[in-house]
């Protein structure tokens, strides 16, 4: 593992208790810094951050409620004032179906996971780093937002806002000290592939020239490294993952 220098930092990372979230706080810890995990399930939250060690807090927060957003910063700068990262990780699937049979009520859950619950937290913690002039905040988007996924449009559609969200807001702050990325990874084994079917995880991994699935340590190796300090020229830009499935 090479060693990156986020000592003395502190970052936030939403959806933090498992998967990509659980695996980018073990290579922050690993590289210095303090994490605060962000998640809605309050057992999971716990199990990780005991095991995660002494270096790593929680705070219960539903993402998709903006109040909850609210309320889980005012809480998490109580027990550490400054928050120089935030990785908005949090994120569901949705159902694999046809557009003409996606239920509504699922269309716009998955929307106000991996869209409006990014922007709340971009919202709320961009005044915080604008502050202080210095800041990181990584997206996590996918490939799907590049290609869309059949029978996967509302995690497409949502997965491409976050990118366009991103360039928007890595704009807006590039006069000061915050930067602003995303990455698009393919396919990732977590326990996200529990929400789809096995017919769409094959058709995923046919698309990675690779031949395999990414792993969430080198998706964590990424967005470490856009939450150093060395990341200072790149803003508002998309970084792959993709095995070689996205060359754009």
């Known amino acids: 593992m090479n060693k990156l220098d986020l000592n003395g930092r502190h970052a936030v990372i939403t959806g933090g208790a498992t998967g990509l979230g659980y695996a980018i706080a073990q290579r922050m810890l690993a590289s210095g810094a303090r994490v605060t995990l962000w998640d809605r399930d309050r057992d999971a939250l716990a199990r990780a951050t005991k095991e995660l060690g002494p270096k790593a807090f929680s705070v219960v927060v539903d993402v998709a409620d ?5 309320d889980g910063l005012r809480l998490t700068l109580a027990q550490t004032p400054v928050v120089d990262a935030l990785v908005n990780s949090a994120g569901i ?18 929307q106000q996971v991996n869209l409006n619950g990014l ?21 996590i988007a996918s490939v799907a937002g590049k290609d869309g996924n059949p029978n996967a449009s509302a995690y497409s ?12 807001l890595g704009k807006e702050l590039a006069d000061t000290g915050v930067r602003v990325n995303c990455i698009t990874p393919a396919a990732v084994k ?5 929400q789809m079917k096995p017919e769409h995880i094959q058709f995923m991994l046919s698309k990675i020239p690779m031949g395999r699935f990414g792993t969430p340590e080198e998706v964590a190796a990424m967005v470490a490294w856009l939450c150093t300090e060395d990341c200072s020229f790149s803003t508002g830009a998309v970084f792959d993952l993709s095995g070689g499935r996205s060359t754009y």
Request: hydrophobic share 45%.
């Open 93 to 110: 699937t949705g159902p694999n179906v046809k557009l003409w049979d996606y239920p509504v009520e699922e269309w716009l859950k998955v």
């Open 157 to 168: 559609a949502s997965k491409a806002a976050v990118m366009a969200l991103t360039k928007s």
């Open 119 to 139: 922007f709340y937290c971009c919202r709320e913690m961009a005044p915080h780093m604008r502050a202080r002039n210095y800041g990181r905040i990584v997206n």
């Open 190 to 194: 977590t326990a996200i592939f529990d």
């Open 66 to 70: 903006h109040a909850s957003v609210v």
